[in-house]
């Protein structure tokens, strides 16, 4: 997120046999397979950390180590790199990625950002208009880039309406304290540290996903080598996702504070940050995949974000969205 996002960060943590997740069919018992996801902070996440927590992956024959980012931009090159082999992003980092000829594939939704992402400001700054000529702190290539973009592109700006601070998104919140930053875009658990300074009285929430839902999705996503080497190492992953989920739904406070103690706040906290996200179970991963102008799906929220990545000249053309998918893995697991 879409990060949250998740630093983008969006640490590292590392089963029950819930019925459902037996209903996916658990590999046999074996040497596992490990993988190595990158990933950053993010309240969208909480069911891989809970999967993870709990070593809910190795009913499916799988060992996963999840390895933390503090910068969000720098996901794409290291799965490129295979410094890891696999990483959570944000769908537009997908987008870029593959317009500019990486080989990277989104094989399942995470979740949408539903006012988990935010522009933050003064209180005496009430709409984007008031934007222009100010300073804003942002962190460049990220859900937060794109975030402020739309914002501003929908209210007839851009970024030459304004004064673009390069900024990762940990440190807005100390920057705004300090009153050298009037607006800042950033996700959870910054929005909410934010939004509590001062007494709760100098800052508040101009825009968020939840204005622009379905923009900012996060996804799984791995190289196509990675695909073809390693699929039901991939598909393990899926499953360990779906079984971390099905755990936090009949678990919620439990879930809550093995999630909060990655995102660093108390569960009370992590729960109230993870109303700002909505986690996608696996029987409605599909609309994702499906040909539509929804912002639901990857060609509507595709279209949407590589538009505004063309006119930032942050990609040299739009892509075939097709491309920037392997729905296969979500299609077989739903059969």
Known sequence: MTAPRFSFVRKSLAGISLAAAAALSPVAAHAADSMTIGT??????????????LDLYDQFGLDVELQFFNDPALLPSAMAGNAVDGAMLTYDQVVGSVAKGLPH?????????YGGDAIVADKSITSIADFKGKQVGFNPLSPSDFLLAYALQINGMGEKDIQSVNMTPEGIPSAMASGSLPIGVTYEPNVSQILA????????????????????TDVLAFTEEQIEENPEAITAMIKGYQAGLEYMQAHPEESAEIIGKVLGVSGAEALEQMEGVYNIPLAEMGQNFVESSETTSFYGSGAVIADLLLKN?????IPDFADTFDASFVSELTK
């Open 313 to 317: 000249k942050q990609i040299p053309a």
């Open 105 to 113: 594939r989104v094989v399942m939704p995470i979740d949408f950002s």
């Open 40 to 53: 950053v902070v993010w309240a969208g996440y909480g069911p891989f950390y809970v999967a993870d927590k």
């Open 197 to 216: 300074m001062g007494g709760g009285d100098k800052f508040h929430v101009v825009y968020s996903s939840k204005d622009a839902p379905g923009l900012i």
